[in-house]
């Protein structure tokens, strides 16, 4: 059990994001929902690194020959992950000062409306 | 180095060269386009256009041979274990490049005149080649990480070209639900690459598609994988954002937008058919998993047929009240993306076993009926009918628009009279898109009618009701925008200019050489493509 | 936005140098130790997002001239897809080739295995990380610098 707790974090993580861009009508909220279903799922890409007392895997830091290292590959993963996490926020936050400069509100209900 | 020697050279290196040129040029653009700005636009349609060379070269060489082509980012040989990025283009992967490469260059040539009088035209040309680097590296790539990094670099840049008319509202909020539908379908995709390389320690498609077994956490990444690239294809029920960002965006950005969407739809067939291949195309041995897998597919393709009739249905009802000329030619996109659908629906839904007594003995082979394989080459073929027909019937709506400055229904009509190429393109997009001969869409819906009349009858059905119900919206607009009186404010419209009559006289030519000649243009293009997405065994030998 | 205290102003001086320094030894042993391009390009935009935040963004505004960081952004982008090109050309032939690593012409960048931490001992890694970090500072400063600048007018138009 203790083991899988940080899995259960990520599925909590993704769960609360999830119900953040479904049920909440900010549209600050809307993109807090989207970051935080991507820590969760970066989350879950670094859980998938680790075994079992491992250290960090720097080639030039071994000293005997029987240190255990984490696998590197997922470390990859999720650093590619995090940029493009940054790009998307960017963005997202770019396009909600428009639309509050445009409309002068931040409800999803009143903006976009096609009959105007 | 002579000739011969320089196009062995570029076909040797095609696969790179082909995402690199337009990355090269996006990252060049801002400093040419400080010296003129003539000189910026010829320098982008240069760029798409010797990309598209190169695609031609590849193509030729992929569908007359029918090999693979495999290229290793690096290095000589991937390792062993496979551990290099490495490009595997097939014959589907070449059948869309070409596709996105027609797409491309009518776009670019589009936007020389239709962006005259906007600001930041640098900042356009730029992201349109990112735009365009990233859907090429999506459709050659063979590498489920580098799959899900191309989708990104795609989709953000795709977001900001929807948004581009910035000081209208409505644009930017089609941008901001393009980009949160976006970004939640690429999120899931990446979950489900974290689980399948957790269990069999490789991010290659051919290294997870020879060890892959249909365990459970395997039928959650399938499930994960179909939902995050039917949210980013339009498929009912995530389709909310598309008639907002194909109908708010500047018209050569559609273009290049219905590319990128048909590259995803792209990557849904690579992981149904080629990742997951062994599953839904072993023969088993022992007879109570060989009925289970026969099961658990058939409902993964009738789940798949009901998806596409709702997309379907939902966008050939909801063009019937649109007043607006380009959210209706939206709504009919979404209808066309069910008819891809349906071809993937039927061949997994499609799925029997069969005794075989061979020399007395009596054994189980698994295998799909016969109907099957023509449904895949139909809905194959309609990829390329569908972005040919409703590419045209945008450059036609973009081309209302820079004369006459209106979009809506209401404030149009008797425009025949001055601007009459642009009626007889409108048209041929108008036959070609119901289904009527001689234009393309009859020859790919024609195949599709009479492979799913055999599997259920009602679905036939539902796709010619579907068909007709286009026309008659289609024949309505036209009725309404370009036959009738002359509206006195629009008095003194002119027809378009040149460079827009030149890109849609390109594609309404194709179409109706399609039209003309279906059969050479199925024997040789598209029953290649077809094959090379069936047979997942030459896939995973390629690279092993 | 406007500036804030005097004393602020001064520690935000003091500490700018000694993060930019932070920041770009983290770019520069990106092939030895963790970091690289991205990571050290964080770092060095964080603390030029610093002196945003602590001498306004009007000052900031006026003491930068935009189109040279457009320039740079797209030199630090160009120098990338320029040294994977090379790979092409020279040595063996294949896209993305560390062509600077088992080569006799410049026999400085030969060296390599455990023991060897320098700077160069992978090839053209150290390069591309170059690269990388400035475009991930310029881009970055820039995204802060203009939400910055947009706030400003955003608050005088209400």
């Known amino acids: 059990m203790l083991f899988n707790l940080p899995y259960i974090a990520v599925v909590a993580l993704i769960l609360i994001g999830l119900a953040a861009v479904i049920f909440k009508r900010n549209l600050i909220k809307i993109v807090i929902g989207i970051t935080l279903i991507e820590s969760g799922v970066n989350l879950f890409l670094i859980t998938l690194a680790y075994r079992g007392g491992s250290t960090a895997p720097i080639y030039t830091a071994t000293t005997t020959e029987e240190t255990i290292m984490s696998l590197p590959v997922p470390h990859a993963l999720t650093l590619t992950s995090i940029v493009i996490g940054v790009a998307v926020l960017a963005l997202m936050l770019t396009l909600v000062v428009h639309i509050y400069r445009h409309y002068g509100t931040l409800d999803a209900r009143k903006i976009g409306r096609e009959e105007e | 180095m002579s000739i011969e020697e320089l196009f062995n050279f570029l076909l040797d290196h095609s696969p790179a060269l082909i995402v690199a040129i337009p990355l090269l040029g996006a990252f060049l653009t801002p400093l040419v386009g400080k010296i003129n700005d003539k000189v910026r636009n010829a320098f982008a349609i240069l760029v798409v256009a010797f990309t598209s060379f190169l695609v031609f070269l590849l193509a030729n060489d992929i569908l007359t041979n029918n090999t693979i082509r495999t290229y290793v980012f690096g290095a000589e040989n991937a390792g062993s274990p496979i551990v290099r990025i490495l490009f595997e283009v097939d014959g589907f992967s070449a ?171 792209y990557g849904l067939f690579r992981m149904v058919f080629s990742v997951y291949g062994n599953v839904f195309s072993s023969i088993d041995v022992t007879k109570d998993t060989v009925i289970n897998t026969i099961n658990s597919v058939n409902s993964v393709g009738w789940m798949l047929i009901i998806l596409a009739i709702l997309t379907m249905l939902i966008g050939a009802l909801m063009a019937l009240k649109q007043s607006n000329l380009k959210r209706l030619i939206a709504f009919a996109a979404l209808a066309e993306v069910g ?180 059969n050479l243009f199925v024997e040789n293009i598209v029953t290649p493509a077809a094959n090379a997405i069936m047979d997942s065994a030459k896939y995973i030998t390629a690279v092993i | 936005m406007s500036g804030m205290s005097r004393i602020v102003k001064t520690m935000a001086s003091i500490t700018f140098p000694l993060t930019m320094i932070y920041g770009l030894y983290i770019i520069a042993h990106g092939h030895l130790t963790s970091g690289g391009g991205f990571q050290g390009g964080a770092v060095v935009a964080s603390s030029c997002a610093l002196i ?96 910055a600048y947009a706030t400003t007018k955003l608050k005088g138009e209400k």
């Open chain 2, 95 to 265: 059948y869309m490049a070409i596709i996105a490469s027609i797409l491309a260059i009518a776009g670019v040539i589009y936007a020389w005149s239709h962006m005259k009088e906007h600001t930041g035209q640098d900042k356009f040309y730029t992201l349109v080649l990112l735009m365009i680097a990233g859907m090429f590296g999506m459709i050659l790539t063979g590498d489920m990480f580098n799959f899900f990094v191309f989708l990104e670099i795609t989709s953000i840049a795709a977001c900001a070209l929807i948004a581009f008319y910035t000081n209208k509202g409505k644009a930017v909020d089609a941008g901001f639900k393009y980009i949160v539908i976006s970004s939640i379908g690429a999120l899931f995709i990446l979950f489900a690459i974290g689980i399948l390389y957790s269990q069999y320690n490789a991010l290659n498609m051919a290294v997870i598609a020879d060890s892959i077994t249909f365990s459970f956490l395997d039928k959650i990444a399938l499930v994960l994988l179909i939902s995050g690239l039917a949210m980013k294809a339009g498929i009912v029920p995530m389709h909310m954002w598309l008639p907002d960002a194909y109908g708010r965006a500047p018209a050569s950005v559609t273009v290049i937008l219905i590319g990128a969407t048909q590259a995803s739809l």
């Open chain 3, 52 to 147: 945003l935040v602590a001498y306004g963004s009007v000052w900031t505004m006026g003491k930068i001239k935009e189109k040279s960081l457009s320039v740079f952004e797209s030199l630090g982008a160009i120098g990338f897809i320029g040294l994977a090109f090379f790979g092409l050309i020279f040595g063996a032939n294949y896209f993305f080739n560390n062509f600077l690593l088992k080569q006799d012409i410049i026999p400085f960048f030969n060296a390599v295995g455990t023991g060897a931490s320098n700077i160069n001992t992978a090839g053209i890694i150290p390069l591309m990380n170059f690269a990388v970090g400035l475009k991930v500072i310029v881009g970055l400063f820039t995204i802060v610098l203009v939400m």
């Open chain 2, 339 to 518: 008819y891809m659908l349906l071809g993937v629906g039927v061949r997994l839904a499609s799925k029997v076993s069969q005794d075989i007594t061979i020399a007395g003995e009596t054994t189980t082979q698994v295998a799909f009926q016969g109907y099957s394989a023509t449904a895949l080459t139909g809905s194959v073929f309609h990829i390329m009918n569908d972005a040919l027909d409703i590419g045209l019937l945008f450059l036609v709506a973009g081309a209302i628009y820079l004369v006459t400055k209106e979009t809506s229904l209401n404030k149009l009509g008797g425009l025949a009279r001055n601007m009459k190429y642009t009626t007889v393109f409108f048209l041929i997009g108008l036959f070609a898109v119901s289904g009527m001969p001689p234009m393309n869409g009859f020859a790919s819906k024609l195949m599709i009618y009479q492979s799913t009349f055999q599997l259920n009858p009602i679905i036939a059905i539902v796709a010619i009701l579907c068909s007709i119900l286009l026309l008659a919206v289609f024949v309505k607009v036209f009725h309404s925008a370009f036959l009738g009186p002359k509206l006195p404010s629009l008095k003194d419209v002119k027809e378009a200019p040149k460079s827009l009559l030149i890109a849609m006289g390109i594609i309404a030519c194709i179409i109706i050489f399609i039209g003309l000649f279906p």
